[in-house]
Antibody, heavy 119, light 108 residues
Framework: EVQLVQSGAEVKKPGESLKISCKGS????????IGWVRQMPGKGLEWMGI????????RYSPSFQGQVTISADKSISTAYLQWSSLKASDTAMYYC????????????WGQGTLVTVSS | EIVLTQSPATLSLSPGERATLSCRAS??????LAWYQQKPGQAPRLLIY???NRATGIPARFSGSGSGTDFTLTISSLEPEDFAVYYC??????????FGPGTKVDIK
């Protein structure tokens, strides 16, 4: 069974750093892309970026380029999303999702990680 | 950048009724359009990919159609569990992925 299991909810202060994770299982982690999607409170879905763990090829949405870093550790089948200096506006639910190579959609999603940034 | 527009923003229907949701792209996306369902407190779930293909485990009452710039998600007879928000999504090469703003289907 394909599963993407994300790390737990985080409460941080503005200016702090954070790294959240997404662990894949039930499939060949290095053969599929992992994307990250933001959902701000009460709002829609926004694509942030995507990584191919097989060779760490990474692409970012222009809206998020320079704001976050996406990485992966294929030895433990885990992708990451990190911030070096959080802002209150980073408060949101963050989802990871799997994309088949060559596909134009995300077929499996993690359960989401809620990040709250507040002083 | 390709922009997706969904209409209506909210659709108020009763169980058993037919739901027709629209997604329009600002330029052609061929057939590379997907639909997702999101219920409160849950992650999105893939319903339809490549405009008209049902994802694994999706009931036959969900169907997708369209190509180019105009797409439709139809739910033939609404079940209580179908009341949710529905998003369309496209991918345009390496300009990335974009989602529409969503259509909320709520109980009339």
């Amino acid at each position: 069974e394909v599963q993407l299991v994300q790390s737990g909810a985080e409460v941080k202060k503005p200016g702090e750093s954070l790294k959240i994770s997404c662990k894949g299982s039930g499939y060949s982690f290095t053969s599929y892309w992992i994307g990250w999607v933001r959902q701000m409170p009460g709002k829609g879905l926004e694509w942030m970026g995507i990584i191919y763990p097989g060779d760490s090829d990474t692409r970012y949405s222009p809206s998020f380029q320079g704001q976050v870093t996406i990485s992966a550790d294929k030895s433990i089948s885990t992708a990451y999303l990190q911030w070096s200096s959080l802002k209150a506006s980073d408060t949101a639910m963050y989802y990871c999702a799997r994309r088949i190579v060559g596909a134009h959609y995300f077929d499996y999603w993690g359960q989401g990680t809620l990040v709250t940034v507040s002083s | 950048e390709i922009v997706l527009t969904q209409s209506p923003a909210t659709l108020s229907l009763s169980p058993g009724e037919r739901a027709t949701l629209s997604c329009r792209a600002s330029q052609s996306v061929s057939s590379y359009l997907a639909w997702y369902q999101q219920k409160p407190g849950q992650a999105p779930r893939l319903l339809i990919y490549d405009a008209s293909n049902r994802a694994t485990g999706i009931p036959a009452r969900f169907s997708g159609s369209g190509s180019g710039t105009d797409f439709t998600l139809t739910i033939s007879s609404l079940e209580p569990e179908d009341f949710a928000v529905y998003y369309c999504q496209q991918r345009s090469n390496w300009r990335g992925f974009t989602f529409g703003p969503g259509t909320k289907v709520d109980i009339k």
